[in-house]
């Protein structure tokens, strides 16, 4: 019932930004928390942002926090993903991400079993 796809990944040099987007299909992305994750070759999915449920509270990893920030547009119904400053230990494959139970307004899920739809996911790549 629910479709997640992400999109706006590619190749950037290091200090350079990207914009991701997460584009749903079957479900009001503000009902959901949501989040954001990657996973590097040969390692393991890694938190890397999420909100709340509809009044939005943000969380970050600390390794993102200041350069990564997590936002909603409500109208066209997508989660999006600021990529400031990046650095090539950001090169990864991110991933976003729907919550269906509800924990409040006020929970942020950070931990990859809390999500019950993913996308596809989208490379990105920071060259030194």
């Known amino acids: 019932q629910v479709q997640l796809v992400e999109s706006g990944g590619g190749l950037v040099q290091a200090g350079g930004s990207l914009r991701l987007s997460c584009a749903a299909s079957?479900?009001?992305?503000?009902?959901?928390?949501m989040g954001w994750f990657r996973q590097a070759p040969g390692k393991e999915r890694e938190f890397v942002a999420a909100m709340s449920a509809t009044v939005s509270f943000t969380s970050y990893a600390d390794s993102v926090k200041g350069r990564f920030t997590i936002s909603r547009d409500n109208a066209a119904n997508t989660v999006d993903l600021q990529l400031n400053s990046l650095k090539p230990e950001d090169t990864a494959v991110y991933y976003c991400?729907?919550?269906?139970?509800?924990?409040?307004?006020?929970?942020?899920?950070?931990?990859?079993?809390?999500?019950?739809?993913w996308g596809q996911g989208t490379q990105v790549t920071v060259s030194s």
């Open positions: 991400a729907a919550r269906g139970r509800s924990g409040g307004v006020f929970y942020i899920p950070k931990g990859d079993n809390e999500y019950d739809w």
């Open positions: 079957g479900r009001a992305l503000i009902s959901s928390a």
